[in-house]
């Protein structure tokens, strides 16, 4: 965690905490919502969906824990430029990822017109990527608006 340091960096580092919880609290619902599905809604279908939630909250845990521990690390006070350039690469990585998200709804689609054709499972496993990509495109969008707010105000 970095003490001191110029104005921003409190809110930077607000701001990443923030990133880490909103994406462990997804995983969280995913991981609910894999349970409920694998509970009451018995089908080839909602078996593949929810095995799509379970391997995402997985993935998203670890990138919010690795993000945790990057940022918890010490490190000397930045200057405010420090601030504003860490800030714009943390807008950018957020950017790049929704073009990520954008590719695993394509996945997605893909596998349910390649594999779902004739099968419940696997349209279940492409429906829970496509759900699993637009929340983190919505995620990642967001993010890199409020930052971009946040950079303009600061």
Same mark, same amino acid.
């Given at each position: ?9 409190? %809110?930077? +580092? ?6 880490? /919880?909103?994406?462990?609290a @997804?995983?969280g619902i995913? /991981? ?7 509970s ?5 279908? @909602?078996?593949?969906?929810a ?12 990138? #919010?824990?690795?993000?945790? @521990?990057?940022?918890?690390r =010490?490190?000397?006070? !930045? ?7 860490? %800030?714009?690469?943390?807008?950018r990585n957020?950017?790049? +990822?929704a073009?990520?998200? !954008?590719?695993?709804? =394509?996945l997605? %689609?893909?596998?349910i017109?390649? @594999?779902? /054709? +004739? ?7 492409? #429906?829970?990527?496509?759900?699993q990509?637009?929340? !983190? ?14 950079? /303009? +105000? #600061?």
């Open positions: 965690m970095i003490l001191g340091g110029a104005p921003g960096e409190r %809110a930077l +580092n607000a701001f990443l905490r923030g990133l880490t /919880v909103g994406l462990l @997804w995983a995913s /991981v609910a919502a894999g349970i409920l599905l694998l009451f809604a018995q089908t080839p279908f @909602w078996g593949g969906f095995l799509q939630c379970f391997l995402w909250a997985i993935i998203d845990t670890g990138i #919010a824990l690795w993000g945790w @521990w990057r940022e918890r =010490a490190l000397p006070p !930045l200057t405010a430029r420090a601030v504003r350039e860490k %800030a714009e690469q943390l807008r957020l950017l790049w +990822n073009g990520l998200d !954008l590719l695993y709804i =394509a997605g %689609a893909l596998l017109t390649l @594999w779902g /054709v +004739n099968s419940a499972i696997g349209q279940g496993h492409g #429906a829970g990527i496509i759900a990509g637009a929340f !983190l495109l919505a995620f990642d969008l967001g993010q890199s608006l409020r930052l971009g707010r946040q950079m /303009v +105000n #600061a």
